[in-house]
């Protein structure tokens, strides 16, 4: 069972940085590949970065690569996200989510079945 909650998002200025954090309060114990996704207003869900539990193998979005890295401590049952040179557009809120069914990460929110309840990123201009 994994249990995940989200924090570290907030108000930042385009070009600054945030680090968001996702807690498994279960304590799956790194036994789900995990992944950050992102939904603003009016707009679908969509990928951010996943990373396998062997923490690995790691997938991006064209839309952050390069200034955004996804890495897991199994002992804190932790997730980070880490982002920077945050624009406009990265303003959304961000969800992790943890896969039982596959040690990989993927690009597909309906291959996830947990989810966090989010945190605010709000990037101003």
């Known amino acids: 069972q994994v249990e995940l909650a989200e924090s570290g998002g907030g108000l930042v200025q385009a070009g600054g940085s945030l680090r968001l954090s996702c807690v498994d309060s279960?304590?799956?114990?790194?036994?789900?590949?995990m992944g950050w996704f992102r939904q603003a207003p009016g707009k679908e869900r969509e990928f951010v970065a996943g990373i396998s539990t062997s923490g690995d193998e790691l997938l991006y979005a064209d839309s952050v690569a390069g200034r955004a890295t996804i890495s897991r401590d199994t002992a804190k049952n932790r997730v980070v996200l880490q982002m920077n040179n945050l624009k406009p557009d990265d303003t959304a809120v961000y969800y992790c989510?943890?896969?039982?069914?596959?040690?990989?990460?993927?690009?597909?929110?309906?291959?996830?079945?947990?989810w966090g309840q989010g945190t605010q990123v709000t990037v101003s201009s």
């Open positions: 279960g304590r799956a114990g790194g036994k789900y590949a």
């Open positions: 989510a943890g896969r039982s069914s596959n040690r990989f990460a993927t690009r597909y929110s309906i291959n996830y079945d947990s």
